[in-house]
């Protein structure tokens, strides 16, 4: 299971960078990651690993526990970030950077699949998250898009790139974890012969 865990992790962090790269907006979190980064003067890895670390801490009072995969969500994940982040360029085409946003987005959804199905500990924001939801008993929806909706105005008011790969994100993530979670199933489960 460590495999999986590292690889859909690595994915993930790679697509985030992908998504900053395109410079057409980000996802909400990375949004906030960049505003702070600016803010901080840091790079956008160190202020995803310093954000999710302060996540993790609201774990405490929420009386969750963090599990192995918790924990390498938070490192590979912004190393991942900063390391594509700061290697790929922005190109000036617009349709290679539209090519960057799909690609960042796929990456995104099938990293996302592979780590979930380890079973290893939820990501600190996943972990809030699904303890807000039983503590408050509202839909995980809402509680999910009330955080995402803050962070997202928190980090554009920062100075993060908030723009059309942020909707593209929005409106299609959903889709790429589970198109990626459905193919994750079929190649697990083996081939039915009549």
């Known amino acids: 299971m460590i495999a999986p865990l ?23 979190w990375t949004v906030f990651a960049q505003g702070l980064a600016r803010r901080l ?32 969500n938070i490192l590979i994940i912004a ?7 700061t290697t790929v360029t922005t190109p000036s085409s617009p349709w290679l950077r539209a090519l960057l946003m799909v690609a960042g987005v796929v990456a995104i959804g099938v990293g996302s699949a592979l780590y979930l199905t380890t079973g290893l500990g ?3 924001r996943d972990g809030v ?7 408050l008993r509202v839909s995980v929806v809402y509680v999910r898009l009330s955080i995402e909706v803050v ?13 059309v790969g942020t909707a593209f994100f929005a409106g299609t993530i ?5 198109l990626s979670l459905n193919m994750l199933d079929r190649l697990a489960t083996p081939a039915r012969h009549d």
């Open 6 to 28: 590292v690889g859909g992790l690595s994915l993930f962090g790679f697509g985030e960078g992908l998504l900053v790269a395109s410079h057409w907006g980000a996802t909400p």
């Open 41 to 72: 003067d840091i790079s956008i890895g160190w202020s995803t690993l310093l954000i999710s670390s302060v996540v993790l801490l609201t774990w405490w009072p929420l009386r969750e526990r963090p599990g192995f995969g918790t924990i390498a």
């Open 79 to 85: 190393y991942c970030l900063d390391l594509t982040s």
């Open 122 to 124: 939820p990501g600190p």
């Open 129 to 135: 998250m699904t303890s807000l939801h039983r503590r």
């Open 151 to 163: 962070v997202l105005s928190v980090g554009w008011l920062l100075g993060g790139v908030v723009g």
């Open 174 to 178: 959903g889709f790429s974890i589970g």
